[in-house]
């Protein structure tokens, strides 16, 4: 059996998080321990997923926009090597103007470490966005630790249902959402910036009016795009060993055009547009 440091380094080879985090968030059953998390922490992956890929009032989009690490662990997901952190924590955090953020996401109060940490009121999920140094603490906290207003709580009524095996896929598409290969051939790149070598025609930078499009309730789920991005580059973290996820059956139906993942009874369906 693979040891807790080499299961480590294998998961950051791919995530590129720092090496004490890749450790520290390597399960005790001795797997990569990128899906192994709490039920709390489940809720709050699957639902920054809906809500950063699905048409509406929230803007979560903007955070795939960002430069990020995604470091997952059990109790906290974790955004690190972070190009902007104060514009990334303002954009999940809730504010009080246009851009709000996931619904019911609130800052906790600064522990001296200089970090954003969040937890999310209705799920108790934690998020962390590392600063590496001291960040801007003071006018984010100013909404505080309030309750959820009238529009999160309607935001969250109105998202659609996700069945148990939907809630873990999404969750493990947010956990790889930043991986890559040491040699450049596949980067995932928050999913606005991938590139892959197999399909170097389809450059995946993607325009800031251009949107994802999330559809779909319970088991039956299709994320739709125009960006040129093949659907492969996006599956490929959830069958690469160090990293995979159990269980998940990848179909390619079209080349760089249409691919479907399986979870259980959980189905995506990928298509470019």
């Given amino acids: 059996m693979p040891t807790r440091s080499r299961l480590a380094y294998r998961r950051s080879r791919y995530t590129g998080e720092p090496a004490p985090l890749a450790r520290r968030g390597v399960s005790r059953d001795r797997t990569h321990g990128l899906d192994a998390c709490s039920p709390a922490q489940l809720e709050l992956r699957s639902l920054l997923f809906y809500f ?17 690490d995604a ?41 001296g470490t200089g970090n954003y940490d969040f937890v999310h009121l209705p799920t108790g999920g934690r998020l962390r966005v590392l ?23 309607e935001g969250l009524a109105a998202a659609a249902s996700m069945s148990h095996h939907t809630k873990r896929l999404f ?3 947010l956990a790889r959402c930043s991986c890559r290969t040491m040699d450049g051939r596949w980067d995932v790149g928050q999913f606005f910036y ?43 973290p959830l069958i690469t060993p160090g990293i995979e996820l ?28």
Avoid: C
Wanted: charged share 25%; aromatic share 8%; hydrophobic share 40%.
């Fill in 246 to 273: 159990p269980g998940a059956r990848i179909t390619v139906e079209q080349a760089g055009t249409v691919s479907t993942i399986r979870l259980g009874t959980a189905q995506l369906r990928l298509i470019r547009q």
């Fill in 71 to 111: 470091s997952p662990q059990h109790d906290m997901f974790v955004m690190t090597n972070v190009t902007a952190p104060e514009n990334l924590a303002r954009t999940v955090g809730a504010k009080g103007y246009d851009r709000p953020g996931l619904p019911g996401l609130r800052l906790l109060p600064d522990a």
């Fill in 194 to 236: 991938a590139s892959d070598h197999e399909f170097a025609d389809q450059p995946g930078r993607m325009a800031v009016e251009e949107r994802f499009e999330l559809t779909g309730s319970g088991d039956r789920w299709e994320l739709a795009w125009s960006l040129a991005t093949a659907p492969e580059t996006f599956t490929r």
């Fill in 171 to 173: 969750a493990a598409l």
């Fill in 131 to 153: 600063t590496g140094g001291e960040g801007r603490y003071g006018d984010l906290a100013a909404v505080g630790m309030r309750p959820p207003d009238d529009d999160e709580a």
């Fill in 52 to 68: 950063a890929f699905t048409r509406g009032p929230w803007h979560l989009a903007r955070m795939l926009f960002y430069t990020w």
